[in-house]
């Protein structure tokens, strides 16, 4: 059976899984479009390829080495398949490492030739791209910040609002444990503001499952715009909190995972706001960022800045 793992934990992390998928089935059915075709290898994508004006391939990390268990398998993400003169565009494609290797850089130099227009997520990528031979890649918005606020707005669905005043945790690849500076950010925050700790995805598996605390997309969105305060390692999570003026904290990752903190920091460094990122819990940091104002005016400045980049590179890339 697919949901019984190597072990207890294993296997509870498994069925974590299926319950954490089941909310997104309705959302993905009334908001994406896809088509009815499932490649399932690169063999298929190439023999029967999409009848398409253009392909489009992005963004998040779809070009992140250590993702991908077989070349073919990576090639399919770069459209390296069935040379039949549809034009190839790559928006905000993320590489989620700070180098490549030697062999890395060889395959994908052969994968970049083909593009017609190319684009990266991260301001590292656009040195990345220099060594696959790319000298024209552009440095672009993540696709959730193309579209206004109003969008997100009319999409959000009410869950379970508390009655008080509530700081939204949002933390990634924890695995069983929360990392001690988040444990300590949240409870100062908290403590500050006397706010109640929302975890959006606590890293309790158990917790999970019996108390059926999943969000769909609309929910997590509509419970993270009405927090008055954001704690996350995530990079969607640090554009939301940006995209709804709600003051944050995002904790960089440290380690094998440090190499996808470019994308935070970049983004912190276009709105100027790179000292709203930490990577230890430092109490007097925690309360000097508690304290400031942000200026959201300047923020939207920036973030509408960025946006018209994006649209003009996907309007540029169309003709």
């Known amino acids: 059976m697919a949901w019984i793992g190597r072990s207890p934990a294993n296997t509870f992390e498994k069925v974590d899984k299926q319950f954490r998928y089941k909310p997104f089935i309705p959302f993905q059915k009334k908001y994406?479009?896809?088509?009815?075709?499932?490649?399932?290898?690169?063999?298929?994508?190439?023999?029967?390829?999409?009848?398409?004006?253009?392909?489009?391939?992005?963004?998040?990390?779809?070009?992140?080495?250590?993702?991908?268990?077989?070349?073919?398998?990576?090639?399919?993400?770069?459209?390296?398949?069935?040379?039949?003169?549809?034009?190839?565009?790559?928006?905000?494609?993320?590489?989620?490492?700070?180098?490549?290797?030697?062999?890395?850089?060889?395959?994908?130099?052969?994968?970049?030739?083909?593009?017609?227009?190319?684009?990266?997520?991260?301001?590292?990528?656009?040195h990345i791209m220099e060594k696959l031979g790319r000298l024209n890649a552009v440095w672009v918005p993540d696709p959730t910040l193309l579209i206004e606020l109003n969008d997100f707005l009319k999409i959000e669905q009410k869950h379970q609002q508390s009655q008080k005043p509530y700081l939204f945790s949002y933390q990634l690849q924890t695995r069983r444990s929360l990392p001690s500076a988040a444990t300590a950010?949240?409870?100062?925050?908290?403590?500050?503001?006397?706010?109640?700790l929302y975890d959006s995805y606590s890293v309790s598996v158990i917790y999970n499952i019996f108390r059926r605390k999943y969000l769909n997309p609309a929910q997590w969105l509509y419970k993270l715009h009405n927090s008055d305060f954001i704690v996350t390692n995530s990079f969607h999570g640090t554009v939301f909190a940006l995209l709804y003026h709600r003051p944050f904290i995002t904790i960089l990752r440290k380690g094998l995972s440090s190499g996808m903190n470019n994308r935070i920091e970049t983004l912190l460094e276009v709105v100027g706001l790179s000292?709203?990122?930490?990577?230890?819990?430092?109490?007097n940091c925690v309360e000097a960022l508690c304290q400031e104002e942000i200026d959201w005016s300047g923020v939207e400045t920036n973030i509408k800045g960025f946006r018209e980049k994006g649209i003009k590179f996907l309007k540029d890339a169309l003709i």
Not at 93 to 119: E, N
Not at 185 to 196: A, D, M, Y
Request: charged letters at 30%.
């Open 185 to 196: 950010i949240n409870k100062t925050v908290c403590s500050r503001f006397g706010l109640e």
């Open 32 to 126: 994406l479009r896809v088509g009815d075709v499932r490649y399932l290898s690169h063999d298929q994508l190439s023999a029967a390829p999409p009848e398409a004006d253009m392909y489009i391939c992005g963004s998040d990390q779809v070009w992140n080495p250590n993702l991908f268990r077989k070349e073919k398998d990576e090639r399919a993400f770069w459209l390296d398949f069935n040379n039949n003169g549809v034009r190839r565009v790559a928006y905000a494609p993320s590489f989620g490492v700070i180098h490549l290797g030697d062999d890395a850089v060889r395959r994908y130099t052969a994968y970049a030739k083909h593009f017609d227009a190319v684009s990266v997520r991260e301001k590292n990528g656009l």
């Open 275 to 283: 000292n709203r990122s930490v990577t230890e819990f430092d109490q």
